[in-house]
């Protein structure tokens, strides 16, 4: 199911620097600012193919999908919140019961990740390796 924004909560990442964050996170480019109105929309619904990136990105946590039967049955909601560390998924049924998962989302503080570290300098493009390949010498043929 499509992702959509409950816009009595959507309040367009007011004060965010580089717009709302459902708009920058969406890897297939559907969410956008009706700047009009101030608030988020779903420009193609069927076109979502439900990653659910914009919904785990709001911080108003006006985004939502409805989650497939297979995993919270028909009725009820897959609410997640998350935190620099941990991503805490809310399941609510249709009955009323409400149980809550918490997983991780990181192995390492955010920022530290240097993925250039030994690695060679760019600029030989002579040079037949890939960039993940130092080292390694190719046959010839």
Same mark, same amino acid.
């Given at each position: 199911?499509?992702?959509?924004?409950?816009?009595?909560?959507?309040?367009?990442?007011? =004060? !965010? @620097?580089?717009? +709302?964050?459902?708009?920058?996170?969406? /890897?297939?480019?559907?969410?956008?600012?009706?700047?009009?109105?101030?608030?988020?929309?779903?420009?193609?619904?069927?076109?979502?193919?439900?990653?659910?990136?914009?919904?785990?990105?709001?911080?108003?946590?006006?985004?939502?999908?409805?989650? =497939? !039967? @297979?995993?919270? +049955?028909?009725?009820?909601?897959?609410? /997640?919140?998350?935190?620099?560390?941990?991503?805490?998924?809310?399941?609510?049924?249709?009955?009323?019961?409400?149980?809550?998962?918490?997983?991780?989302?990181?192995?390492?503080?955010?920022?530290?990740?240097?993925?250039?570290?030994?690695?060679?300098? !760019?600029?030989?493009?002579?040079?037949?390796?890939?960039?993940?390949?130092?080292?390694?010498?190719?046959?010839?043929?």
């Amino acid at each position: 199911m499509p992702t959509f924004v409950w816009t009595e909560k959507c309040d367009g990442c007011k =004060g !965010a @620097d580089g717009g +709302p964050a459902c708009v920058y996170i969406c /890897p297939h480019d559907l969410m956008k600012l009706d700047a009009g109105r101030g608030k988020a929309f779903n420009q193609e619904p069927d076109q979502c193919w439900d990653c659910q990136c914009c919904v785990k990105a709001c911080p108003q946590q006006a985004v939502e999908v409805r989650p =497939g !039967a @297979d995993y919270v +049955p028909m009725g009820g909601a897959a609410i /997640p919140v998350r935190a620099n560390n941990t991503v805490e998924w809310t399941i609510k049924f249709r009955d009323g019961e409400v149980k809550r998962f918490t997983f991780p989302v990181r192995t390492t503080p955010e920022g530290s990740i240097d993925p250039y570290r030994g690695r060679p300098a !760019a600029g030989n493009l002579s040079d037949q390796l890939l960039f993940t390949e130092v080292g390694r010498t190719l046959p010839v043929l």
